[in-house]
């Protein structure tokens, strides 16, 4: 890459712990910063599919990222996460966000079952949260116990996990076997 990517998605992407063949779906995903980062490290059947409610967000991800899209390796979507339905049933290895906050400013809305249904036994959730050192993520709130709650009402998730000892908190679960 010629430019540096932000330092939250430099510090998110070794945490993703990836091998490179695996389907993937970032939410929010706009302007395709991670996606760009991603995109090299793909091999095989590894794939990212890039969701962003924003037309304006979805054209800055394809623009960004327009050799990956002609390449076969990155699609990009727009729709609203709140809306998803595991249609098409496509199953990923990975969902992935960072810093979004449906999940603990409108856990209802969050949609976590539909998430749950479109990861792969066994595939992960990783949701991200804040930029570094005293950017007032989550506004004061537990964000981590928050998207944690969210994520342990979804019926299909197991291992909800917080760690928070970083610059940037992590909450993760795994989808059931």
Not at 12 to 34: S, W
Not at 70 to 87: K, M
Not at 148 to 157: E, F, S, V
Not at 170 to 177: E, N, P, T
């Amino acid at each position: 890459m010629s430019e540096q990517p932000p330092a939250h998605i430099a510090r998110l992407i070794p945490r993703l712990e990836l091998t490179g063949t695996e389907r993937i779906l970032e939410l929010g995903a706009a302007p395709g910063v991670a996606v760009a980062e991603i995109g090299p490290i793909l091999s095989g059947d590894g794939h990212v599919t890039a969701l962003d409610r924003s037309a304006v967000g979805a054209r800055r991800i394809r623009e960004r990222n327009q050799a990956l899209v002609d390449a076969g390796r990155v699609s990009v979507v727009e729709q609203d996460l709140t809306t998803l339905a595991p249609e098409p049933p496509s199953r990923f290895d990975l969902i992935f966000a960072s810093n979004v906050n449906v999940f603990w400013t409108h856990p209802r809305k969050a949609n976590v079952d539909a998430l749950a249904a479109l990861l792969a036994p066994g595939g992960r959730l990783r949701l991200f949260y804040g930029y570094g050192p005293g950017d007032g993520a989550g506004s004061g709130r537990d964000t981590g116990s928050l998207v944690a709650a969210t994520l342990r009402a979804a019926a299909g998730l197991a291992d909800v996990t917080i760690d928070g000892a970083g610059p940037t908190l992590q909450v993760s679960a795994r989808k059931r076997d």
